[in-house]
């Protein structure tokens, strides 16, 4: 059976190499034109996920070795080598980074796979592999519909990734939502497809995928990587699918977007 750690790697190797043909054949006004991330360029988004790529790979490293923490500047010096790149070359130093930390994780054997700890520097402790690379999947996926989308308006998070993504976003809704954003409180029934899911979402003092409610506000019909879209603020009116439906008298898609309004 593969693990979660296997799946997590397997989907940011497919999706990395569908990102790294359409970045191949980018031209120069694709890289300065504007993305689907809120204020940052196509090439800005790839500096985002080249630097977080660098990063994660340092950290993968020094689990490997037990060399410790990370320098405090470590990050941040990363961050500024990057934004002062050129969009060529934040896009073409993306592809080098981000395939020597795929290639890195491949190379992990089952041990390391089930019992490496990882410090990433922002979790109250070491995590396993399964949560570190799920964490860049995260990132990798939602970051790269933002450039797909940009040049395909029919772009959608990539099918690998969805599933796993499900499994994991809800652990950030606690920041990430904003439940002072709708007017009262709300439990919604989900049914996903692609894959076929059905669970709650809870909007009360706080924001949350509970288990499927016995009773509700509302009933939410949707493709699966449009939820996901959804909860992390990538939900404009012109990239919702037409197949999604809620059905409420007292939400409104307009309420979940003010809720999600995205990271």
Do not use: C
Not at 102 to 121: F, H, S, T
Not at 218 to 245: D, W
Request: proline residues 5%.
């Amino acid at each position: 059976m593969t693990s979660k750690a296997e799946s997590a790697i397997g989907a940011l190797r497919t999706g990395y190499d569908t990102l790294a043909r359409i970045v191949g054949g980018l031209r120069p006004d694709d890289l300065v034109g504007p993305s689907a991330a809120s204020d940052w360029t196509v090439a800005q988004v790839l500096s985002h996920l080249g630097s977080g790529a660098e990063i994660n790979l340092a950290a993968l490293e020094r689990a490997i070795d037990g060399s410790g923490a990370a320098a405090p500047d470590f990050n941040t010096s990363v961050w500024a080598r990057w934004d002062n790149m050129t969009p060529a070359d934040q896009a073409a130093n993306f592809l080098t980074a981000n395939e020597k930390l795929i290639q890195r994780y491949e190379g992990l054997d089952d041990a390391q796979l089930a019992d490496l700890r990882i410090d990433l520097g922002f979790t109250p402790e070491p995590v396993d592999v399964a949560f570190a690379a799920g964490m860049r999947l995260n990132e990798f996926a939602l970051h790269s519909w933002d450039v797909r989308v940009a040049l395909d308006p029919a772009a959608t998070v990539a099918p690998e990734a969805v599933d796993l993504l499900l499994d994991s976003v809800g652990g950030l809704l606690g920041w990430a939502g904003k439940a002072d954003q709708l007017d009262g409180k709300a439990t919604l029934t989900v049914h996903t497809t692609d894959p076929t899911r059905t669970f709650g979402l809870a909007i009360t003092d706080s924001v949350e995928l509970v288990d499927a409610p016995t009773t509700d506000d509302g009933t939410l019909t949707a493709p699966a990587e449009y939820v996901v879209r959804l909860l992390t603020g990538r939900h404009t009116p012109a990239h919702t699918p037409s197949s999604v439906t809620l059905t409420s008298e007292t939400v409104t898609l307009d309420d979940l977007r003010r809720v999600f309004p995205g990271y």
